[in-house]
């Protein structure tokens, strides 16, 4: 069993010598422990009790992709931060160059929700957008 901890996401995935490796399923509630045995590009998955968690456990097992929320600076805001997100999910290898890149942006208040904030976050060609509005300081006397 590999468990992988510190600055990587915290998972655990269990592997064997014959490349067989076993995960829960995330796309329903149900929660199906997954089994994905093989190598290449047709990886056998079992355990699962629908046609998502086939995709799901093929996906995961070929190139794992994940959504990351953050937060954004925000100069001259109502707020000191604004929530961001990725418009769609990108490799799960890249998370962390992402959230370095979100760590050094500021943005310009007035934000919108789904501006973009950044249009190639990481070099994944997924745009990252905002998710809360901030109209800026409010000047008033």
Same mark, same amino acid.
């Given at each position: ?13 269990? *592997? @064997? ?10 796309? #329903?509630? /149900?929660?199906?422990?997954?089994? !994905? =045995? ?30 990351? *929320? @953050? ?10 931060? #604004?929530? /961001?997100?990725?418009?769609?999910? !990108? =490799? ?50």
């Amino acid at each position: 069993m590999e468990t992988r901890t510190g600055m990587e996401m915290k998972t655990e995935i269990k *592997t @064997s010598p014959d490349r067989k490796r076993e995960f829960v399923c995330i796309v #329903c509630p /149900v929660g199906c422990s997954l089994i !994905i =045995d093989g190598e290449g590009e047709s990886p056998r998955v079992s355990g699962n009790q629908c046609k998502r968690g086939e995709v799901y456990g093929k996906q995961e097992y070929l190139r794992p992709m994940r959504m990351v *929320t @953050s937060s954004v600076a925000v100069d001259g805001g109502a707020q000191p931060l #604004c929530s /961001v997100k990725t418009e769609r999910e !990108i =490799d799960k290898a890249k998370i962390f160059e992402a959230i370095e890149a979100i760590r050094s942006m500021r943005v310009r208040a007035p934000v919108e929700i789904g501006q973009t904030i950044a249009q190639d976050i990481a070099g994944t060609g997924v745009r990252l957008i905002a998710t809360t509005a901030d109209a800026g300081r409010s000047h008033t006397a």
